[in-house]
């Protein structure tokens, strides 16, 4: 199969453009705590990283016997997260310069994101990124979240473009296992070190196992367009 000359583009959000999930820990322990689950930790939230938020609320529900409806709890996190957020999200300088030489490039790009619409749009607001990412597609808008691959497909579907055509960035296990279902091939930058071995991270076309700390711009866009290249 030949590659596309100018494949599309799938970036993650959380974790992968913006650092973010600080503030969406701060969330869950702040509805946690609504609820009489006080000791939510940092370490039992990176299991819910690259989860969609829907999927995660649904799952807390469960473990902890909270009567409210997951709707509910979910209108209530994404409360927390855009209070939190304050309009915008810090951008990783690196992505930012790859999501800048991408749109030069005039590729087609999309964010793919397990966050909600409003989350989405308040990450990126009043970044540099806001302009140049107009498509956004939340897992709120598909049946299943990642690691299933619907979220992927839909954004491959808006911009009329097949999966295989598609090139995903991701930062955790669920998202770069969700690139795979969908028949996509994955760059992945780990959010948290020790994901560089995880089997499905470790999977990828391309991994940088330093996460952003070690992120080549260069070498991603040349892997993105020409992958045989940098292997």
Request: proline fraction near 8%.
């Amino acid at each position: 199969m030949s590659l596309p000359a100018s494949p599309a583009v799938l970036l993650d959000l959380d974790g992968t453009l913006v650092d973010s999930e600080p503030h969406y820990f701060t969330a869950t322990r702040l509805l946690l705590a609504e609820h009489g689950v006080p000791d939510f930790s940092w370490e039992e939230h990176t299991s819910f990283i690259g989860i969609g938020t829907h999927e995660t609320v649904r799952t807390l529900r469960e473990r902890y016997g909270i009567a409210a409806p997951a709707a509910e709890l979910l209108a209530r996190k994404n409360a927390h997260y855009l209070r939190l957020a304050g309009g915008s999200s810090e951008v990783f300088p690196a992505m930012r310069r790859l999501v800048e030489l991408l749109h030069a490039a005039c590729l087609p790009l999309a964010v793919a994101s397990g966050s909600s619409p409003a989350a989405i749009d308040a990450a990126l607001a009043g970044t540099p990124l806001d302009g140049l990412l107009p498509l956004r597609v939340s897992a709120e808008e598909v049946a299943r979240g990642k690691p299933e691959p619907d979220v992927l497909l839909a954004a491959a579907r808006r911009l009329d473009v097949t999966p295989a055509d598609c090139v995903v960035l991701e930062d955790a296990p669920p998202g770069v296992e969700a690139a795979r279902r969908a028949g996509m091939r994955c760059l992945a930058v780990p959010y948290l070190a020790h994901w560089a071995t995880d089997p499905a991270v470790a999977s990828a076309g391309l991994v940088f196992a330093g996460g952003q700390r070690e992120f080549d711009v260069d070498r991603a866009y040349a892997w993105i367009r020409e992958p045989g290249s940098v292997l």
